[in-house]
């Protein structure tokens, strides 16, 4: 008997990328990248490579100015209002966090479900607070962002993220600028949930991380590609990329970590 075949989570065909902030700019050109439930990539590429563009495509937030994005089956050209419970099963966190300053940081967790699924905060106070107690952000619950140093608003925004309780989760560039300990919590905690995390309802989550260093990355069982001249450009796994002769994934090896 066949094994069924899994439907792709995102799927990306001859894909053209424009920018966030003005579509008739390219930003890559002939993306063809398919990701299967559980796999866990990390996309690396230098300064305005594109690995924000392309992140926000993955999640359905912009169309392609070509070609074709589909997220869980749904060509993304076609969203609406109809297909937002496909969005709703992505989580994304932004480079800078977003947050929102006039919100404290359990406010910002619980923004998805006040908004998405019109909670009460009376009704969102015990989800929150076991998430926020997963994330170690107890103590800074009634802080506004202002307030929270950055390595621990990072956190908030990656809560915020995973309240809803997504299947897949995007991260623009979550390892830059964190201090050692941090960005050691985060890949352990990632790994935690691409293997199965309890909290989440224990199945394999799908995650997408982009970075300008990939050194970080180097454990796990992770799929890699790279940004270069407009180009996505897979890798396969992390013996493929030490291997990698292209200059570009040479300085993404050896550049530095930026970690204070």
Not at 27 to 50: C, K, M, R, T
Request: charged share 20%; with cysteine; glycine share 8%.
């Amino acid at each position: 008997m066949n094994e069924p075949i899994s439907l792709a989570v995102i799927e990306m065909r001859a894909a053209t990328v424009g920018a966030m902030r003005d579509a008739s700019l390219i930003i890559l050109e002939d993306v063809n990248w398919s990701i299967a439930p559980g796999e866990f990539w990390v996309v690396a590429g230098q300064e305005h490579a594109g690995k924000s563009d392309l992140l926000m495509l993955a999640a359905g937030l912009m169309a392609p100015v070509a070609g074709s994005c589909k997220l869980f089956g749904s060509e993304t050209r076609d969203f609406g209002e109809a297909e937002l419970p496909e969005r709703l099963r992505v989580g994304f966190v932004f480079q800078g966090g977003q947050l929102f300053n006039q919100l404290t940081i359990a406010e910002n967790v619980a923004l998805p479900l006040r908004y998405q699924k019109n909670l009460t905060a009376a009704e969102t106070a015990r989800p929150v607070e076991l998430l926020l107690e997963l994330l170690e952000l107890k103590p800074f619950a009634n802080s506004t962002p202002l307030n929270v140093p950055a390595n621990w608003r990072r956190r908030a925004a990656l809560g915020r993220a995973l309240i809803l309780k997504p299947e897949v989760l995007l991260l623009d560039n979550p390892q830059a600028g964190l201090a050692a300990r941090h960005l050691q919590w985060w890949l352990r905690f990632l790994d935690q949930l691409g293997r199965g995390h309890e909290h989440f309802g224990g199945a394999p989550m799908t995650i997408v991380a982009t970075a300008d260093d990939l050194r970080p990355w180097k454990t796990g069982p992770r799929q890699f590609a790279f940004l270069r001249d407009k180009k996505f450009i897979p890798l396969g796994n992390w013996t493929t990329v030490e291997s990698a002769g292209d200059p570009v994934v040479q300085e993404l090896l050896t550049a530095a970590a930026g970690i204070t």
